[in-house]
């Protein structure tokens, strides 16, 4: 039977989610004036697999009665998947077969499910919008399989070349940008519980608007050139990424402001100074500057969370404190879970945490999620290269068989 609560809740938000996921999305990594029809089509293919493989994966993580449960949060979860490997794409856009880009999708939807399992259901971090389990996670895993690639000097500049756009390319990324900053808002307050989805929307926003000033404002001050597309769409996006994890957390409108002014900031002068350094020291390719929309805010998300979760209190948040902060609720048989189930008889047992166990809780998710990133990208970077050069030849080698056989009289 159908939840119509559900329905009415979800769907919406769930329409704004693949507006983003698919179209959004695929406008945005069309940058690329020689790899635009390509980069498109890969997004499209790499979506329609990873819905499928990630309601597998998050699934086997989460039977119930021995069975996978399938609903509308359970497509909005494998939407957030296809995010993920999305961003780890564009770290490596136009450098890779498609039958690479799908071994990348299948190999680290399974690590991606993983994190996600650890993160929310051991730790039980707050991160409404995925920041950090999301964001951080799918940016290093990126970086982790550009690294061990380990590209030649000449290689590193000849893959660059290509990243240069025409006017047409830049107008359809910068249209794709300004569908996500419209939609996510949706984005960040889809899994946050009901009563606090309202906050997350507002503080999201204001996040957004507040990085694109910061982006717009700074790349004013370190470029005395005109203004570069790829800089500003990297920059509004930064705040909207930084807001994720305390979206529906009870903080001031200044305090989004400043998380989106620095995210915005950060952004730009990650993309202006570190990715030319990383590229000259480490032949560290970021294609799309996945490091700086994604990265370096998710990280900074992860810390903001983990000081706003210390400062928070019952009597500021009210009956909400609880939906927030899941695993502060007392533990099964206490007496204060007893006295707490009577008022607000839904309420789950949790771990009798307090805040700032809480915060530390929010350091030790984004480093393991920054970990297992960068573990299971360097093992899919450095084995998934091996492994489709080995089936290449395999098939090279099918086809000359039956070219000879061909050619036999």
């Known amino acids: 039977m159908f939840n119509n609560n559900v329905i009415s809740l979800y769907f919406a938000v769930y329409g704004d989610i693949q507006v983003m996921i698919f179209l959004a999305f695929g406008l945005l990594i069309a940058c690329f004036k020689r790899y635009g029809y390509s980069a498109m089509g890969i997004s499209l293919v790499l979506g329609a697999f990873v819905v499928q493989w990630a309601t597998l994966m998050h699934g086997f993580l989460d039977l119930q009665d021995g069975h996978i449960k399938l609903s509308v949060i359970t497509l909005i979860s494998a939407d957030f998947s296809i995010a993920a490997v999305l961003i780890t794409t564009c770290v490596v856009l136009g450098t890779l077969s498609p039958l690479q880009y799908l071994l990348l999708a299948f190999v680290e939807v399974i690590f991606y499910a993983l994190n996600v399992c650890v993160c929310q259901r051991v730790l039980h971090v707050v991160d409404a919008g995925g920041s950090i389990y999301l964001h951080t996670f799918a940016a290093y895993f990126g970086l982790a399989v550009s690294l061990v690639m380990n590209r030649p000097k000449a290689s590193v500049r000849e893959l660059k070349n290509l990243a240069h756009g025409s006017k047409v390319s830049e107008l359809l990324a910068m249209i794709g940008t300004l569908l996500l ?80 002014f620095s995210a915005g900031a950060v952004a730009v002068i990650g993309f202006k100074y570190v990715n030319p350094l990383l590229e000259r020291k480490l032949h560290l390719l970021d294609m799309c500057g996945v490091q700086y929309l994604h990265g370096f805010p998710g990280i900074l998300a992860g810390l903001v969370s983990a000081l706003v979760c210390g400062l928070a209190s019952k009597s500021a ?56 990133a960068v573990v299971s990208g360097s093992i899919c970077g450095k084995k998934g290269y091996a492994f489709i050069q080995s089936v290449n030849r395999l098939i090279d080698r099918l086809i000359d068989r039956s070219v000879v056989r061909k050619d036999t009289p």
């Open 181 to 260: 900053f419209i939609y996510w808002p949706s984005f960040n307050s889809v899994l946050a519980p009901a009563d606090l989805q309202h906050r997350a929307i507002i503080n999201t926003a204001v996040a957004l608007v507040a990085s694109t000033v910061g982006a717009f404002s700074v790349s004013a001050v370190v470029s005395k050139e005109k203004f570069s597309m790829t800089i500003i769409q990297n920059g509004a996006l930064a705040g909207g990424v930084a807001i994720g994890s305390t979206a529906d957390l009870m903080i001031q409108p200044y305090a989004a402001l400043m998380i989106g």
């Open 317 to 372: 948040y009210g009956s909400s404190f609880y939906g927030a902060f899941p695993a502060a609720v007392p533990m099964q048989g206490t007496e204060d879970f007893a006295q707490l189930h009577a008022i607000y008889p839904s309420l789950e047992p949790g771990d009798g945490r307090s805040q700032w166990t809480q915060a530390g809780f929010q350091l030790i998710a984004m480093a393991v999620s920054v970990t297992l």
